[in-house]
């Protein structure tokens, strides 16, 4: 009882005494927690302090030795730790940073402590939501980064990747160290042994290691084929974090509204060959495993790849069986960058070569088929979804050929050609920029590689991520071995590269399968180290915007005019109707003629080009007018050859809609540049660029003409008794054209005689010309069957309308428009010769 009774007091009296120091505790709260605030951060202040004097230190003592790299690094590591809170990771600081990182755990430590007695201390004295509003400021203290970077400033931004690229560089050059260190050992064992070809090895060896390259064939020392896996390996996990610090500083400057930086940023991250974006405007695949694996074919597959159905193993390689289909175990293809080559002995015989993505069907998958195409010999032939495809080059039977997949950023490229020391050398290339809206049956999710037919495939290489951007030597580039790190922009080095602007005029290459941001493409391309070429069947290049009707702009366009191919530039829906186009038509040797489309087919005749050969063509708009030229830069000035102005574009194109109001351009020629400026620069470029002379201005017809005001003085009427002074007539104007067999009715030759309904003209072939024979008796240009096997007949045309052309035949306009001159093409015959036809205009 005696020892309950106490047992009771003792916990009355810390009762009471706990209530006492609540309700003065509850008094000086505020005061005791701005105090521990204070002490808080005069302990963060103490420890920053510190860790800036020990840098100080190192900064002091290499300046001392001379030691410039040393400096470098260390004033990175101080700028990035005092402006955006990034601590060093140099092994001569590791104390200091640890130091620095007890101090401040202890400090926040101590601050919780301060806040945990206040929150009791307000729940003792049940003032709940004092309590509550400490537990919200202590949670922010607890699920803060105070010691973590920075990223809400620009200059923090920057200097996240300045550092991101110092590790790197360290990384790298720490990696490469050590991998050459074992070379040299092993150089000393060999020269020790007196073995002079091995050490002749190491020694190519080494100079390979030191420069980035891959190793001599024939390395086979195992430490230092071990050695380079791990410098690969090193580098490939270095590439991974330098691609994802890049995308963190482009998702940076973007969320600050930098967007300038960001695009830079954007663009050297490009230069260095590391990838953006997927060329589908989607955010960043992730960059994944880097690998690079090539593999020979034999009884067994690689590891990435599975059979389904049989093959069989032969001498140099494997031969699938009929319905054998060999694919990639993974179906991600379309998600990532990666090169694929297949290496396969085209046969004699008929068997078909096909190589795809998708999910290996023929409808769900883009595929490379080579085969024969009926006489015409063996071609590639590129399908999208269908059977036959449509050729892209021609393949010679029993030689080997390497088909090469590959997809960089967003666009898929596909090749046929060969490897010729160390480069692959493509004879022919097509380059579909959206394969999903190429073909809508593929899927991302089913995006495998595959190959099949009744052929021996030899060699397999896949490459993934970072390494593929390497592995891809487009163009006959030197393939970059996957263990070589990127390489950063010098400063003041120029910056013109594939894809990139051209520095001199501002315009963008088209030598990349990777258009310009501004540019989509509506089918598949071709590129070479010259440009971009465009196939027969439709394809244009297009804006992604549709608003060329509501802002000023300039379009440039660098092509070389072909001696037989229509070249055409545009703005509007893309179709004849609604768009205003201007065309080009050579006229093999002779001047090519130059044509105004205002939502017809032919248009009007504006001039023409004196030869063949580069031109630039010029679309610009200014307030409500439209100008269209051809011409030539001299000098870093546009200096036009034909120019036409349209008044008012919308009244002259009744269908052109500014909705639909896209710039775009087409043609089977090559196109080297293009240049788009809008706004303000654009009248900057009108101003500096302008021609010489004036444009002729086309007068907006749809408006009818004022009448014109009668004379005040009107004049005298001549005496009747005056005798007439006779007038002689004009003399008839004859204009001798030549037309080739090759001028075919897509390309017609333009006469630049403009004819209204009702004009008429007289032809007058020339009969001493001579078409080539063919087999068969077409009309020939007299309007007869030939005899003696003449070769095709000529045809003119105006406008819509048209007809054969015959010896003295007079005919009348049947509508405005320029003269067109054509033959009508005999299929038999080897579409040569030439003849020459007087066309009189009385």
């Given at each position: 009882?005696?020892?309950?009774?106490?047992?009771?007091?003792f916990?009355?009296?810390?009762?009471?005494?706990?209530?006492?120091?609540?309700q003065?505790?509850?008094?000086?709260?505020?005061?005791?927690?701005?105090?521990?605030?204070?002490?808080?951060q005069?302990?963060?202040?103490?420890?920053?302090?510190?860790?800036t004097?020990?840098?100080?230190?190192?900064?002091?003592?290499?300046?001392?030795?001379?030691?410039?790299?040393?400096?470098?690094?260390?004033?990175?590591?101080?700028?990035?730790?005092?402006?955006?809170?990034?601590?060093?990771?140099l092994?001569?600081?590791?104390?200091?940073?640890?130091?620095?990182?007890?101090?401040?755990?202890?400090?926040?430590?101590?601050?919780?402590?301060?806040?945990?007695?206040?929150?009791?201390?307000?729940?003792?004295?049940?003032?709940?939501?004092?309590?509550?509003?400490?537990?919200?400021?202590?949670?922010?203290?607890?699920?803060?980064?105070p010691?973590?970077?920075?990223?809400?400033?620009?200059?923090?931004?920057?200097?996240?990747?300045?550092?991101?690229k110092?590790?790197?560089?360290?990384?790298?050059?720490?990696?490469?160290?050590?991998?050459?260190?074992?070379?040299?050992?092993?150089?000393?064992?060999?020269?020790?042994?007196?073995?002079?070809?091995?050490?002749k090895?190491?020694?190519?060896?080494?100079?390979?290691?030191?420069?980035?390259?891959?190793?001599?064939?024939?390395?086979?020392?195992?430490?230092?084929?071990?050695?380079?896996?791990?410098?690969?390996?090193?580098?490939?996990?270095?590439?991974?974090?330098?691609?994802?610090?890049?995308?963190?500083?482009?998702?940076?400057?973007?969320?600050?509204?930098?967007?300038?930086?960001?695009?830079a940023?954007?663009?050297?991250?490009?230069?260095?060959?590391?990838?953006?974006?997927?060329?589908?405007?989607?955010?960043?695949?992730?960059?994944?495993?880097?690998?690079?694996?090539?593999s020979?074919?034999?009884?067994?597959?690689?590891?990435?790849?599975?059979a389904?159905?049989?093959?069989?193993?032969?001498?140099?390689?494997?031969?699938?069986?009929k319905?054998?289909?060999?694919?990639t175990?993974?179906?991600?293809?379309?998600?990532?960058?990666?090169?694929?080559?297949?290496?396969?002995?085209?046969?004699?015989?008929?068997?078909?070569?096909?190589?795809?993505?998708?999910?290996?069907?023929?409808?769900?998958?883009?595929?490379?088929?080579?085969?024969?195409?009926?006489?015409?010999?063996?071609?590639?032939?590129?399908?999208?979804?269908?059977?036959?495809?449509?050729?892209?080059?021609?393949v010679?039977?029993?030689?080997?050929?390497?088909?090469?997949?590959q997809?960089?950023?967003?666009?898929?490229?596909?090749?046929?050609?060969?490897?010729?020391?160390?480069?692959?050398?493509?004879?022919?290339?097509?380059?579909?920029?959206?394969?999903?809206?190429?073909?809508?049956?593929?899927?991302?999710?089913?995006a495998?590689?595959?190959?099949?037919?009744?052929?021996?495939?030899?060699?397999?290489?896949?490459?993934?991520?970072?390494?593929?951007?390497?592995?891809?030597?487009?163009?006959?580039?030197?393939?970059?071995?996957?263990?070589?790190?990127?390489?950063?922009?010098?400063?003041?080095?120029?910056?013109?590269?594939?894809?990139?602007?051209?520095?001199?005029?501002?315009?963008?290459?088209?030598?990349?399968p990777?258009?310009?941001?501004?540019?989509?493409?509506?089918g598949?391309?071709?590129?070479?180290?010259?440009?971009?070429?465009?196939?027969?069947?439709?394809t244009?290049?297009?804006?992604?915007?549709?608003?060329y009707?509501?802002?000023?702009?300039?379009?440039?366009?660098?092509?070389?005019?072909?001696?037989?191919?229509?070249?055409?530039?545009?703005?509007?829906?893309?179709?004849?109707?609604?768009?205003?186009r201007?065309?080009i038509?050579?006229?093999?040797?002779?001047?090519?003629?130059?044509?105004?489309?205002?939502?017809?087919?032919?248009?009007?005749?504006?001039?023409?080009?004196?030869?063949?050969?580069?031109?630039?063509?010029?679309?610009?708009?200014?307030?409500?007018?439209?100008?269209?030229?051809?011409?030539?830069?001299?000098?870093?000035?546009?200096?036009?050859?034909?120019?036409?102005?349209?008044?008012?574009?919308?009244?002259?194109?009744?269908?052109?809609?500014?909705?639909?109001?896209k710039?775009?351009?087409?043609?089977?020629?090559?196109?080297?540049?293009?240049?788009?400026?809008?706004?303000?620069?654009?009248?900057?470029?009108?101003?500096?660029?302008?021609?010489?002379?004036?444009?002729?201005v086309?007068?907006?017809?749809?408006?009818?003409?004022?009448?014109?005001?009668?004379?005040?003085?009107?004049?005298?009427?001549?005496?009747?008794?005056?005798?007439?002074?006779?007038?002689?007539?004009?003399?008839?104007?004859?204009?001798?054209?030549?037309?080739?067999?090759?001028?075919?009715?897509?390309?017609?030759?333009?006469?630049?005689?403009?004819?209204?309904?009702?004009?008429?003209?007289?032809?007058?072939?020339?009969?001493?010309?001579?078409?080539?024979?063919?087999?068969?008796?077409?009309?020939?240009?007299?309007?007869r069957?030939?005899?003696?096997?003449?070769?095709?007949?000529?045809?003119?045309?105006?406008?819509?309308?048209?007809?054969?052309?015959?010896?003295?035949?007079?005919?009348?306009a049947?509508?405005?428009?320029?003269?067109?001159?054509?033959c009508?093409?005999?299929?038999?015959?080897?579409?040569?010769?030439?003849?020459?036809?007087?066309?009189?205009?009385?």
């Amino acid at each position: 009882m005696i020892a309950r009774r106490i047992t009771s007091l003792f916990c009355l009296t810390v009762l009471s005494v706990a209530t006492l120091r609540g309700q003065v505790a509850v008094e000086t709260v505020p005061d005791d927690l701005a105090a521990a605030k204070v002490a808080h951060q005069e302990s963060r202040s103490a420890a920053k302090t510190a860790l800036t004097q020990a840098m100080d230190r190192l900064i002091r003592t290499a300046a001392a030795a001379g030691n410039l790299e040393e400096l470098k690094v260390l004033t990175a590591h101080k700028d990035a730790f005092v402006t955006a809170g990034i601590l060093p990771n140099l092994a001569t600081l590791s104390d200091a940073v640890a130091q620095y990182s007890l101090a401040m755990r202890k400090a926040d430590g101590q601050l919780v402590g301060a806040y945990e007695t206040a929150i009791q201390a307000y729940n003792d004295a049940k003032k709940f939501d004092a309590a509550l509003n400490l537990r919200k400021e202590r949670q922010q203290l607890l699920s803060g980064q105070p010691d973590g970077p920075n990223a809400d400033s620009p200059e923090a931004v920057a200097m996240l990747l300045d550092r991101a690229k110092s590790d790197y560089r360290r990384s790298v050059d720490e990696s490469r160290t050590a991998y050459v260190t074992v070379i040299s050992t092993r150089i000393t064992a060999m020269t020790a042994a007196g073995d002079l070809n091995g050490v002749k090895r190491l020694t190519d060896a080494k100079a390979a290691a030191e420069a980035d390259n891959t190793l001599p064939d024939g390395t086979n020392d195992s430490q230092v084929l071990g050695a380079r896996n791990r410098y690969s390996a090193a580098v490939q996990l270095a590439n991974q974090k330098l691609t994802s610090a890049y995308r963190d500083a482009i998702r940076n400057f973007t969320r600050l509204k930098y967007l300038d930086r960001a695009e830079a940023v954007q663009k050297e991250m490009e230069a260095i060959g590391l990838t953006t974006t997927r060329g589908d405007g989607a955010a960043p695949a992730s960059p994944g495993v880097s690998t690079d694996v090539s593999s020979k074919l034999s009884r067994t597959l690689p590891a990435f790849l599975a059979a389904v159905g049989t093959f069989g193993a032969e001498k140099v390689g494997i031969r699938p069986a009929k319905d054998c289909i060999i694919a990639t175990r993974t179906a991600d293809f379309l998600s990532k960058d990666f090169v694929f080559d297949m290496h396969v002995e085209v046969p004699k015989n008929d068997e078909w070569v096909v190589v795809g993505i998708g999910d290996t069907t023929e409808k769900g998958s883009i595929r490379v088929v080579i085969r024969n195409d009926h006489g015409h010999g063996r071609q590639a032939f590129l399908t999208l979804g269908d059977t036959w495809g449509k050729s892209f080059g021609k393949v010679r039977s029993e030689e080997p050929y390497v088909v090469r997949f590959q997809r960089i950023g967003g666009p898929v490229t596909v090749s046929v050609g060969a490897i010729e020391n160390g480069k692959f050398v493509p004879e022919m290339t097509q380059t579909v920029s959206n394969p999903l809206v190429a073909n809508p049956n593929v899927s991302e999710k089913r995006a495998k590689l595959y190959f099949s037919g009744q052929v021996v495939f030899t060699e397999v290489r896949l490459a993934t991520g970072v390494a593929a951007v390497g592995a891809s030597g487009f163009g006959g580039a030197t393939v970059r071995s996957p263990d070589a790190p990127v390489r950063f922009p010098e400063p003041g080095a120029p910056k013109a590269q594939p894809g990139a602007k051209d520095p001199a005029e501002g315009a963008f290459l088209l030598n990349n399968p990777k258009l310009p941001p501004d540019f989509i493409a509506t089918g598949t391309f071709s590129v070479t180290a010259e440009g971009m070429s465009i196939p027969d069947g439709g394809t244009k290049i297009v804006t992604k915007a549709e608003d060329y009707l509501s802002k000023d702009f300039v379009l440039d366009l660098w092509v070389n005019v072909p001696k037989t191919e229509w070249v055409v530039a545009g703005l509007g829906d893309m179709t004849n109707e609604g768009s205003l186009r201007v065309v080009i038509r050579p006229n093999g040797d002779s001047p090519a003629g130059v044509a105004l489309t205002l939502g017809d087919e032919w248009g009007k005749s504006i001039g023409s080009v004196r030869t063949p050969g580069p031109r630039v063509i010029r679309l610009e708009r200014h307030g409500k007018t439209v100008t269209v030229s051809v011409g030539v830069f001299t000098n870093g000035a546009f200096e036009p050859e034909v120019s036409r102005t349209v008044q008012d574009v919308k009244a002259a194109v009744a269908q052109l809609s500014e909705r639909r109001a896209k710039l775009f351009f087409t043609g089977k020629s090559v196109w080297t540049k293009v240049r788009l400026v809008t706004g303000d620069a654009a009248n900057v470029i009108a101003r500096v660029e302008s021609p010489a002379t004036p444009k002729p201005v086309i007068v907006d017809t749809t408006a009818k003409p004022a009448p014109e005001p009668a004379p005040a003085n009107p004049p005298a009427q001549a005496n009747p008794t005056t005798p007439a002074v006779p007038v002689k007539p004009n003399p008839p104007k004859r204009t001798e054209i030549t037309v080739t067999a090759k001028n075919l009715p897509r390309s017609p030759v333009s006469t630049g005689i403009q004819l209204k309904a009702g004009d008429k003209i007289v032809f007058e072939p020339n009969l001493t010309d001579k078409w080539k024979s063919g087999k068969d008796e077409p009309y020939d240009y007299r309007g007869r069957v030939d005899r003696n096997k003449g070769f095709m007949a000529m045809h003119w045309r105006i406008g819509k309308s048209g007809g054969r052309v015959t010896a003295g035949a007079t005919i009348a306009a049947p509508e405005d428009g320029e003269l067109l001159l054509y033959c009508e093409d005999d299929k038999s015959a080897d579409n040569s010769g030439q003849i020459r036809v007087v066309v009189v205009l009385p």
